[in-house]
């Protein structure tokens, strides 16, 4: 027996003796192989345009067309069937000859059945090879689109790509790859005609087809089968369609619809499979970008209300460091105006926009170490004891300890710890020196104390400008970091004298 592969395979037989017709078609058809007849090259042409076969046996004599003129056509149409050449006129000659021109093999008239058979089980072999390499060829393609997918970020893209893929690796002469409205992507309808495409013009039903799509995997449609889809000026027998979903976890996202209307291509089985597995990454896309754009959405909001509670929590830490100047007279607005002689002294400097905002709240923020002091030993005529010095002098590990939990002030430490050193050391609560000290302490630094020296105090009248500059001039590189000095009195004499 011949061994025949699962599938059936189908045989045309090409003959213009009806004997031999019918010997072959009776005893082939008993093998169990799907076998129609006909008696000229162009009966078989037709048939061939109509469905694929995966032998074609054919006579190499006949009148009107040889089996070596048959063999040609079916070349030039691009069917995918194996040529066997019959012959009583067998010559070395004539059999090279159909080899050279695509013949798989020939038969010598008069044959026996088994040779018949030997022949065309090494065919099917052969047809079958040509079947696992064009898998091959779409598994591949699959893999370039899959690793293009992967490399793309842009949803467009990537649906293009494989908009791109469907129309080449089908043949098909037109393809279109349409979202559904309700989905949370903008709606999106992309199509493609064959540059060579020789179909006229068309229209798609789409409404019905998505209908007829329903829950299925997907459709193949071949003939009459599409003309409830496929709007045309002449129905063609020829045309076929295939319409697959894209779907992902029972979600109908869109559709992919292939469609030829030529002879050239007929849709198959292995065309639908592949148009199912592009169907399948298209479906993964969109769904990614609906998840991303989700998410991004998700954290939109997040850092709003973020930013939000933030606001809230800067408003309360500001409203405690001005309840501690409220009660007092002398203070009063100091930390406000703290922050608006560093905020100057720092744009005056050059520094970002970002490090001129933190030192702007770090000012308002400076003594907020003061709330544990009350506010009589604060607003003290007379000259402070060693034990209130001493507690006086804890407020800037006071403000530290009070910032630390709070993640997003920590950036401001150290304006708030450190605007009590002194450029030579001196200072406190470290004694750090120089450039030791964080740029925002050597700048609130000089900002307070100009502050202090310019308002009234319970213990002395407010100083001039003038003298406080001439303070902050013969403090400059002991008391404080010189550069802020020229800075603020450059930027002091620029506010003066506009
Ligand atoms: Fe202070």
Do not use: W
Not at 213 to 236: C, I, K, M, N, Y
Not at 320 to 341: L, M
Request: charged letters at 25%; hydrophobic letters at 40%.
């Amino acid at each position: 027996m011949r061994g025949v592969p699962e599938k059936s395979f189908s045989i045309l037989i090409v003959d213009d003796e009806m004997v031999i017709r019918d010997v072959l078609e009776d005893f082939l058809s008993s093998e169990g192989f799907d076998v129609v007849s006909v008696s000229s090259g162009h009966e078989a042409l037709e048939e061939l345009d109509e469905e694929p076969y995966d032998a074609l046996l054919s006579d190499l004599m006949m009148p009107g067309m040889t089996g070596l003129q048959l063999i040609e056509e079916v070349k030039k149409r691009g069917h995918q069937v194996v040529p066997i050449i019959m012959t009583g006129y067998g010559t070395i000659e004539t059999a090279v000859h159909a080899m050279k021109i695509g013949a798989y093999d020939y038969i010598l008239k008069p044959f026996k059945m088994e040779e018949v058979l030997q022949v065309l089980n090494r065919s099917f072999e052969r047809q079958q090879l040509q079947r696992e390499n064009i898998d091959l060829k779409h598994t591949v393609n699959i893999y370039r689109i899959s690793e293009t997918i992967a490399s793309t970020k842009n949803v467009s893209e990537i649906l293009k790509e494989i908009l791109n893929a469907s129309l080449e690796e089908t043949g098909a002469d037109y393809v279109r790859l349409q979202t559904y409205e309700e989905f949370a992507v903008p709606d999106l309808c992309m199509e493609r005609l064959a540059e060579n495409g020789e179909c006229g013009p068309f229209e798609l039903n789409m409404e019905p087809l998505c209908e007829a799509l329903g829950s299925q995997g997907s459709l193949l449609l071949r003939g009459e089968e599409t003309a409830p889809f496929v709007q045309q000026d002449s129905p063609s027998l020829h045309s076929s369609l295939i319409a697959t979903p894209l779907r992902i976890s029972n979600v109908t996202l869109g559709i992919i619809v292939a469609l030829s209307l030529s002879k050239r291509t007929r849709f198959s089985e292995g065309h639908r499979k592949f148009l199912s597995i592009l169907a399948t990454k298209a479906a993964a896309s969109l769904e990614n970008f609906r998840l991303i754009d989700k998410l991004k959405e998700a954290n939109r909001e997040l850092t709003e209300a973020n930013r939000a509670i933030q606001e809230n929590f800067r408003q309360t830490i500001l409203g405690f460091a001005r309840a501690i100047e409220q009660n007092d007279p002398y203070t009063r607005g100091h930390s406000d105006r703290v922050a608006k002689y560093s905020r100057l002294i720092a744009k005056t400097m050059g520094l970002g926009e970002p490090f001129v905002e933190d030192i702007t709240f770090a000012g308002q923020l400076h003594d907020i170490g003061k709330i544990g002091i009350s506010p009589q030993k604060l607003n003290k005529a007379g000259k402070l004891n060693a034990p209130e010095i001493r507690m006086f002098r804890r407020h800037p590990e006071m403000g530290k300890r009070i910032l630390e939990p709070i993640s997003f002030m920590r950036h401001l430490i150290p304006g708030v710890y450190c605007h009590h050193e002194k450029y030579d050391g001196t200072g406190y609560p470290q004694g750090l020196k120089r450039e030791e000290i964080p740029l925002m302490g050597r700048i609130i630094a000089v900002a307070d104390t100009y502050d202090a020296m310019t308002s009234d105090r319970s213990y002395r009248k407010a100083l001039s400008e003038d003298v406080a500059v001439e303070e902050l001039r013969r403090n400059s590189g002991t008391q404080f970091d010189p550069q802020v000095v020229t800075a603020f009195l450059d930027a002091l004499t620029k506010r003066n004298t506009v």
